[in-house]
């Protein structure tokens, strides 16, 4: 029973976070030891500087006392030595710690980013990117509580208590024995404050996450919240998450304010008692004014000390949580070791080939269940099938996103996974229905393709993917501004873009995912123009709702609920009772329908015009 409270009281103070955090941060912390070691010199400088002030105006007040003017020449020139070198070593202490602090902030920043780049996409894909960019915005900056002077001060304080307690010790023995008395209060109160400003710090961060989260998914769902009429629901609900935070913040400033409060209330009764207890040692002799000074003047750095070490173990308790959230990512196995970067490949001469390859998202769901298939080299294949069949994700498995439970995929009788994720992905270059560009012009979008991609190239590859004589109608041309800065694009003209960083990329596999079923019927035959260029001696793999675009397919592979139930070319297919044909004939007479639908709307146009 006993131990087990024990056990929870342990638990509250948090001792295994702050271990991880200071395993996490030590390599950052051991790389910066020169700066460290400048900080722990003027430590020491600072704790004689402490005693040497304190000494100074005990001095200085009983040589005031005694009349002994000829000592104040010297005493003078002590304190202008005191006070230069204690503007030098403040100058260099905010210089080295702000060194500290922001550099390894940089570098965390730095190995944080690599990581989630890195990280699996199951693991990625499972994470909200507001929290992503709160590890940056927020968590990183919290960890100054652990590396910077709160570092130092770990060290520090106690060292100064100890020094000023056994100087004062020296000063008068039984006015420092009471001053004994502060500690265990100090302590407490200081460990209470800690614990319950870590509690709100840490519910403070996972609200920062949760409206970084909110407000980056309202922003890029804009135009949804537009044509629904979605405004005041988010408004109302991102008001409500910023009026929890600031509760919690003025929870935070309570907490803060009363450890203010109560640290000072114990130093200021302190002070009165202890200036009446030596009110009494002066008038029996046993101190001197000038000592009861120095002692007073040192009980605030007794006092002080005790009390911010137990503030101290808050700023530690605040940061660990902090690297508890960023820990999320570092813990994470990474795919690789390094970043991957464009190599280039001709290796695929062969197939794909995917050996009794299962496969679930979630447990509970089967997606593919031993599932083989051999996809041949330099031909068009057209993957067909309901929503929900799998096609997509064959897709994320061929590219490595994904790992099967279980079975192969092999490319030239490699498995997948044996290949680095440079050279796999390098393979690939995805056209898909949406075109993702960065911000930037239309030259820095295209050069992203592949390095060493010479000025004639990207000119080639723009025509080539039909959007060459678009881009020369635009003012500053390839140096043209994209995206939300600058000139905006249409759905055509964004898919043509990405067909030129395609051909760009010049990899051996092509990826068509439903390329060109949102565009009007003139981008769709500028794009299936530019497709069909790209498409030119490669193994081109096409999901395609709109049957009548895969016609030409050499092979047409049907899949449904995960399964392969057909294949072939579209006559064999047609020639067979199956879903192929359903689906052929259901879209059919859809686009029956439409075009019927079109004859009503340009009759009844053609009548009006007429009657007019
Ligand atoms: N990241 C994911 N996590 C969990 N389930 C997923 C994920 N992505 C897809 N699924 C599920 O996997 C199944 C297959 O989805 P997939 O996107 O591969 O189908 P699809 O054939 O490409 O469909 P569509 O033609 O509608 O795009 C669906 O039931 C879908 O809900």
């Not at 106690?158 to 006015?175: A, D, G, K, R, T």
């Not at 002070?271 to 000038?290: D, K, Q």
Request: proline share 3%.
């Amino acid at each position: 029973m006993i131990a087990r409270k024990l056990l929870s009281i342990i638990q509250l103070f948090n001792i295994e976070g702050i271990k991880k955090a200071f395993i996490l941060l030590l390599p950052y912390i051991l790389k910066n030891w020169r700066a460290y070691l400048g900080l722990f010199v003027i430590l020491f400088i600072e704790i004689f500087l402490t005693i040497s002030f304190a000494w100074f105006y005990g001095t200085i007040t009983d040589t005031a006392v005694q009349g002994e003017f000829h000592k104040l020449k010297s005493l003078l020139f002590v304190a202008i030595v005191l006070i230069c070198i204690d503007f030098v070593v403040s100058y260099f202490n905010i210089y080295l710690e702000s060194y500290i602090t922001s550099n390894i902030k940089r570098e965390l920043k730095e190995h944080v980013l690599k990581r989630i780049m890195l990280l699996p996409t199951p693991k990625l894909s499972n994470i909200r990117s507001g929290d992503l960019l709160t590890h940056f915005t927020n968590d990183i900056n919290c960890i100054n509580g652990v590396i910077g002077s709160n570092l130092m001060y770990l060290i520090q304080l106690p060292l100064i208590s100890m020094v000023v307690f056994f100087y004062m010790l020296h000063i008068h023995w039984q006015l420092a024995a009471f001053s004994l008395l502060l500690f265990p209060i100090a302590i407490v109160i200081g460990g209470m404050f800690g614990i319950l400003i870590r509690n709100n710090s840490r519910l403070i961060y996972n609200k920062i996450g949760e409206l970084n989260s909110n407000l980056s998914e309202a922003f890029q769902g804009l135009f949804v919240i537009r044509s629904f009429l979605l405004e005041r629901i988010f408004a109302k609900k991102i008001s409500e998450q910023n009026n929890e935070f600031f509760g919690l913040e003025m929870k935070n400033a309570k907490l803060r304010g009363s450890f203010y409060v109560a640290g000072n209330a114990v130093s200021s009764i302190s002070y009165i008692i202890s200036l009446c207890l030596g009110a009494f040692f002066v008038t029996n002799g046993s101190i001197t004014i000038g000592s009861l000074l120095t002692f007073i003047t040192l009980m605030q750095h007794l006092i002080n000390p005790l009390t911010g070490l137990a503030g101290l173990w808050g700023s530690f308790q605040s940061s660990a949580s902090a690297v508890e959230r960023i820990s999320i990512v570092l813990d994470e196995q990474p795919e690789a070791l390094d970043l991957p970067i464009y190599t280039k490949t001709n290796t695929f001469s062969k197939s794909i080939r995917l050996k009794d390859v299962t496969f679930y998202y979630e447990s509970d769901t089967q997606i593919f269940h031993q599932l083989n298939l051999d996809i041949p080299t330099g031909k068009v294949i057209a993957f067909v099938g309901p929503s929900g069949a799998g096609k997509t994700t064959l897709f994320h498995l061929i590219q490595g996103f994904y790992i099967p439970q279980s079975g192969q995929i092999l490319m030239d009788d490699i498995p997948i996974h044996n290949l680095s994720p440079s050279v796999l992905r390098s393979s690939f270059a995805a056209v898909t229905q949406e075109t993702f560009l960065f911000g930037g012009t239309i030259k820095e979008n295209l050069l992203l393709a592949r390095p060493d991609i010479t000025e004639s190239e990207m000119v080639n590859a723009a025509i080539h993917a039909n959007i060459h004589e678009f881009i020369m109608t635009l003012p500053n041309q390839y140096d043209t501004e994209i995206g939300e800065r600058g000139v905006r694009l249409s759905g055509g003209q964004k898919q043509r873009l990405s067909i030129a960083r395609a051909i760009l990329k010049d990899a051996p596999i092509l990826l068509l995912d439903e390329a060109t079923s949102a565009l009007d019927s003139e981008s769709e035959r500028l794009v299936k123009e530019a497709l069909d260029r790209l498409m030119k001696n490669k193994t081109t793999l096409v999901i395609a709702h709109r049957l009548s675009t895969i016609q030409h397919a050499d092979l047409i592979i049907v899949i449904d609920e995960g399964k392969i139930v057909q294949q072939g070319t579209h006559q064999e297919l047609m020639e067979e009772e199956g879903l192929y044909r359903k689906l052929t004939k259901t879209q059919l007479l859809m686009d029956h329908n439409q075009v019927s639908q079109l004859n009503v709307i340009s009759s009844y146009e053609g009548e009006r015009k007429y009657a007019n």
